[in-house]
Structures are given as structure tokens and as C-alpha cells.
């Protein structure tokens, strides 16, 4: 079992920054990829970025350069940088991490945390 823990969230104005980091602890040692999904009110939960087994980072089409993915080589921490928030980037993130390298849509990945709350108001 993998046990996630997200911080970092909050209250922004528009054109902000956050920095969002998540806590990896128990069988880290089985993880293969990472990454950070969110999920808007009355929306599906999406792909924001991801490091995959690689260390290749890959982000969200909506990302257009505002945020970098990093973490430690031990998978023990992961990061999301978000620079010039808008209010529709306003969602729970969730940090997750993969057994596989299926990090390309939430339903591959195998652990979840219990996210925290971004909000960016206009």
C-alpha cells in the first residue's frame, strides 16, 4: 500500500502562484509513475501532469507552459508548480501515483490522495 498526503492548496487571485507538494509513504519502492489530476465541480477528474518511469514529465493541454511536475528520484515527494492561475483552474488536485507507467488517464493510476482544494478567483 501507498499512502498519499497533498498540501499546498488555497485561496489565489488571478495570475497567482501555487505550489502544491504531496507526501509518498509505505511501499514506495513499487511506484513506477506520479502525477497530478484535478477535478472541477460537475466535471471529470483529468490529467494535470506526470512523471513517468522515465522521469519524462508530461502535462495537460490546458498546462500551456504555467506548471512544472518534479519529485525526487526516491518518489518519496511530488511537486506541482503553478504560475498564472485563472479562476478555471479553480479544482480539487489530487496527487496519485502508478504501478505502470498508465498515467495518461486517472483510471491508471493505483493510489490516490485525498486532494486538496485550489481556488483562483477572478
Known amino acids: 500500500q501507498v499512502q498519499l498526503v497533498e498540501s499546498g492548496g488555497g485561496l489565489v487571485q488571478t495570475g497567482g502562484s501555487l505550489r502544491l507538494s504531496c507526501a509518498a509513504s509505505?511501499?514506495?519502492?513499487?511506484?513506477?509513475?506520479m502525477g497530478w489530476y484535478r477535478q472541477a465541480p460537475g466535471k471529470e477528474r483529468e490529467l494535470v501532469a506526470a512523471?513517468?518511469?522515465?522521469?519524462?514529465?508530461y502535462y495537460g493541454n490546458f498546462v500551456k507552459g504555467r506548471f512544472t511536475i518534479s519529485g525526487d528520484n526516491a518518489k518519496t515527494t511530488l511537486a506541482l508548480q503553478m504560475n498564472s492561475l485563472k479562476p478555471e483552474d479553480t479544482a480539487m488536485y489530487y496527487c496519485?501515483?502508478?504501478?505502470?507507467?498508465?498515467?495518461?488517464?486517472?483510471?491508471?493510476?493505483?493510489?490516490w490522495g485525498k486532494g486538496t482544494l485550489v481556488t483562483v478567483s477572478s
Open positions: 512523471i513517468s518511469s522515465l522521469g519524462s514529465t
Open positions: 496519485a501515483a502508478g504501478l505502470d507507467d498508465n498515467w495518461g488517464h486517472p483510471v491508471g493510476m493505483d493510489y
Open positions: 509505505g511501499s514506495i519502492s513499487s511506484i513506477v509513475s
